[in-house]
């Protein structure tokens, strides 16, 4: 097997160890093969040369590709070479099934060696007795922060940020400084700016790293600090975060308490993983699809989808409603039944459109109370030019299709009226739910969809009762 494993593996620059990937950036088939009949072995060796060290990505990717007891027994293989920070690679399921399976001891003792922000954000998928034994079998000093930490509110900065970092106070010199991150062990991993605090950690300003290199070793720390770029409250929402960060293109930003003490750091890396999950937690529920990950099992995806098909169902029989209002017309003339779901589709697709383009533009903070009367007019627009040409082109269609013109007139009236709706819906439907605080990206979809088909149906049946006279 090794000599195997040995041909299959190739030197990359960034892991130092094995490609992985196939061409599709899938984890390839024969090396899951290597590692499912290495594990079925109980092959250490090869488990920790070509598995342990991989790139915490890599072995989440790896993970999430493996089989629920392959996995388990992977880690337990790989026992204290086992790194902790790829469950923060996994979804949430994955991470929750292998953590139960590890003693509270191993946990801790890996807990102990990650980055302050890895280990709250898997301690806070914990069982609250689980966590305190956890807890309590850490230093004191790193116990405290990370129960400050995991005191903020779940999906804020202040559960994002890093506890770990560099702060000096402005009385200092640049020499004192240099020397004291040469000389001081318990410093972050990497950094790239250095708080100024007062006694009473309350934060005054930052430096550079570039900035301490280039300046004189006697030259004071308040002549060369400035202002902390945004500095960002510990209760904030993570989305509000990571909008400022691409605001004002952030690598990284101080996290303040409620008196502006300094209590942690928020870096560029834990902001691309927040605006990952947010644009996947938005197509998710743009689809009524709730928090499932794939890894889920089908009791667990049926209840997550079960309610929003519910309320499907209940609007879709409103819907039905609406063509029983025009059962005897439908039953005269055949072709309004052939005609109407066309005009309630496209209306329904119209809708769509407007509503992921003002979703999407609430959720990144592009629409607000000054431009919302500007977009609404676009938008309206946008319907009734779009209704325009769609009326002509299916009115050519259906009187060419039932050598009706009077019937081409009646879906050409109805497909206008219906697209302005639809643009109508999706931008104010979402705008009204958020102004009421509900998440438009979950419930928008449901009711734009109503207002499209009930719109659409009533104004097609309705025109051609009158016109027709049935």
Known sequence: ?????????????????????????????????????????????FLRQHVARL????IGD????????????????????????????????????????????????????????????????LDTEDREEILAQLPFTERVRLRRALDYPESSAG?????????????????????????????????S???VIDPTFKLLGAVDLDKILRTKRQTK?????????HPIPAEMDQEEAAQLFEQYDLLS????????RLVGVLTIDDVVDVIHEEADEDIKRLGGVGDEELSDNVFSTVRSRFLWLVINLGTALLSASVIGLF????EKMIALAVLMPIVASMGGNAGTQTMTVTVRALATGDIDIYNAGRIIRREAGVGVANGALFSVIMGAIAATWFHDYQLGFVIGAAMIINLFAAALAGILLPLLLHKVGADPAIASSVFVTTVTDCTGFFAFLGIATWWFGI
Do not use: C, K
Request: charge should be negative; hydrophobic fraction near 40%; aromatic fraction near 6%.
């Open 1 to 45: 097997m090794t000599n195997d494993a040995e041909e299959l593996v190739r030197p990359r620059p960034d892991s130092g160890d094995a490609d992985i990937y196939d061409e599709n950036g899938n984890v390839r088939g024969d090396f899951l093969a290597l590692v499912g009949a290495a594990i079925a072995d109980r092959d250490t060796i």
């Open 55 to 58: 790139h915490e990505s890599e």
């Open 62 to 125: 790896l993970l999430e590709s493996l089989q629920p007891d392959q996995r388990l027994a992977l880690v337990r293989l790989l026992g204290d070479e086992f790194d902790m920070t790829a469950l923060t690679e996994v979804d949430e399921t994955i991470r929750r099934e292998i953590v139960d399976q590890m003693p509270n001891e191993q946990i801790a003792a890996a807990i102990g060696e990650l980055d302050s922000d890895d280990a709250v954000y898997i301690l806070e998928d």
């Open 159 to 191: 559960r994002r940020m890093q506890t770990e970092f560099v702060a000096v106070p402005p009385f200092w010199t640049v020499g004192q400084t240099i020397d004291y991150m040469r000389d001081e062990e318990d410093l972050p991993y990497s950094f």
């Open 193 to 195: 700016q250095i708080f």
């Open 221 to 229: 720390i308040e002549s060369i600090m400035r202002e902390t770029n």
């Open 253 to 260: 930003a101080a996290v303040v308490d409620e008196n502006d």
């Open 327 to 330: 059962d005897e017309s439908i």
